[in-house]
Antibody
């Protein structure tokens, strides 16, 4: 059974940093691109970052480029999202997702990040 | 960026009714379109990928169609468990973008 389990969320002040982790199981992690997607409270979905299966290439929207870094440890079956210079508009539930033919076929349960003073 | 305009924003359907939700892309996306269902308090679930391919385990009453810039999701026979938010998403270009969502309620 495929499982994606995110950790690392919480309350953080504006301008500070936070690192999310996602432990994957039930599939061959290093065969798949992985991504992070977020959802602000009561709002729609926003793609945040993607990484190739080897980790050699990464992709970001302009809203987080230069502040967020996606990475992975294939030996540990773990995906990461380093978030720096956090802003109030980064407040959201962050989902770890597995890429499948351009879509995301498995989603974690989500982890809440609240940016507030 | 490719804008995805989803309609309607909300709708209400009776048990057994056929429902359609549409997504209009700001440019052609070559069938690189997915549909997701999100029930209250839960993570999104993939329903359709590549515009018309049904994800494993998804009931056959769900179907996707379209081409170019216009795509639709059809639910043939509304069931109580279909009450949820639905989102379309394009993967033709970066940044990946979503439609604004459709809230589907049972009448």
């Amino acid at each position: 059974e495929v499982q994606l389990v995110e950790t690392g969320g919480g309350l953080v002040q504006p301008g500070r940093s936070l690192k999310l982790s996602c432990v994957a199981s039930g599939f061959t992690f290093n065969n798949y691109w992985m991504s992070w997607t977020r959802q602000a409270p009561g709002k729609g979905l926003e793609w945040v970052a993607s990484i190739t299966n080897s980790g050699g290439s990464t992709y970001y929207p302009d809203s987080v480029k230069g502040r967020f870094t996606i990475s992975r440890d294939n030996a540990q079956n773990t995906l990461y999202l380093q978030m720096n210079s956090l802003r109030s508009e980064d407040t959201a539930t962050y989902y770890c997702t597995r890429d499948f033919r351009g879509a995301w076929d498995y989603w974690g349960q989500g982890v809440m990040v609240t940016v507030s003073s | 960026d490719i804008q995805m305009t989803q309609s309607p924003a909300s709708l209400s359907a009776s048990l057994g009714e056929t429902v359609s939700i549409e997504c209009l892309a700001s440019e052609g996306i070559s069938n690189d379109l997915a549909w997701y269902q999100q029930k209250s308090g839960k993570s999104p679930q993939l329903l359709i990928y590549a515009a018309s391919r049904l994800q494993d385990g998804v009931p056959s009453r769900f179907s996707g169609s379209g081409s170019g810039t216009r795509y639709s999701l059809k639910i043939s026979g509304m069931q109580p468990e279909d009450e949820a938010d639905y989102f379309c998403q394009q993967s033709y270009k970066y940044p990946r973008t979503f439609g604004g969502g459709t809230k589907l309620e049972l009448k």
